[in-house]
């Protein structure tokens, strides 16, 4: 099972950007679909952003952050980044990287079955 470490979350102005990034190790990377979640004070874990392992890469948002955020992978350095801009107050989460086995860009949580310790994003008014 590949293990996740997130890095890269902070506080922020809001219309700032920050930089997030995930580290695997333990798996083939490049076979993994990986993902984006967080997950707010009193809320469930929401999708973000993810992609797929397969078909170039395919790429899904969720509707709340595209146009602002970007993820993007490197299959030779076995990470994911998610460049967050234009970030606003109810992006103040707690963010959470994961990966699945599935082939395609789902945004279901319960196919991840890997998930990393998440870091704190917090957005300023």
């Known amino acids: 099972q590949v293990q996740l470490v997130e890095s890269g979350g902070g506080l922020v102005q809001a219309g700032g950007s920050l930089r997030l990034s995930c580290a695997a190790s333990g798996g083939t990377f490049d076979r993994y679909t990986m993902g984006w979640f967080r997950q707010a004070p009193g809320k469930e874990r929401e999708f973000v952003a993810v992609i797929a392992s397969w078909r170039g890469g395919l790429i899904n948002y969720a509707d709340s952050v595209k146009g602002r955020f970007t993820i993007s992978r490197d299959n030779t350095k076995n990470t994911v980044t998610l460049q967050m801009n234009s970030l606003k107050p109810e992006d103040t989460a707690v963010y959470y990287c994961?990966?699945?086995?599935?082939?395609?860009?789902?945004?279901?949580?319960?196919?991840?079955?890997?998930w990393g310790q998440g870091t704190q994003v917090t957005v300023s008014s």
């Open positions: 994961a990966a699945s086995v599935s082939a395609w860009a789902t945004m279901t949580r319960t196919d991840f079955g890997s």
